[in-house]
């Protein structure tokens, strides 16, 4: 079974960073497209960021670029955000999601593997 578990989150104040990780098991990982996206209850889910697999391109919404850092370890089956200077809308749900194609998609139904989520608190 294909399983991606999220960590990394939790509590920081405003102008803070987090780093999260998702790491994945039962597939090749360095196939794969991978993308964070992030939820509020209520909200749509929204993309965040992604990274191609063989090319390793990487891509960003507006509002975190700059912020934010996208990167992988195929080798150690991992994905990391790296969150710096966070505000309180960044706080979500953040869910790390694979895509089976090498090429990058900000559409969240073109990703057929999802982690179960970790949460990310901005207080001000």
């Known amino acids: 079974q294909v399983q991606l578990v999220e960590s990394g989150g939790g509590l920081v104040q405003a102008g803070g960073s987090l780093r999260l990780s998702c790491a994945a098991s039962?597939?090749?990982?360095?196939?794969?497209?991978i993308s964070w996206f992030r939820q509020v209850p209520g909200n749509e889910r929204e993309f965040v960021a992604g990274i191609t697999s063989f090319g390793a391109n990487t891509y960003y919404r507006d509002s975190v670029k700059g912020r934010f850092t996208i990167s992988r370890d195929n080798a150690k089956n991992t994905v990391y955000l790296q969150m710096t200077s966070l505000k309180p809308e960044d706080t979500a749900v953040y869910y790390c999601?694979?895509?089976?194609?090498?090429?990058?998609?900000?559409?969240?139904?073109?990703?057929?593997?999802w982690g179960q989520g970790t949460q990310v608190t901005v207080s001000s």
């Open positions: 039962g597939l090749t990982f360095s196939m794969y497209t």
């Open positions: 999601a694979l895509r089976g194609d090498i090429r990058m998609t900000t559409i969240e139904r073109d990703y057929g593997f």
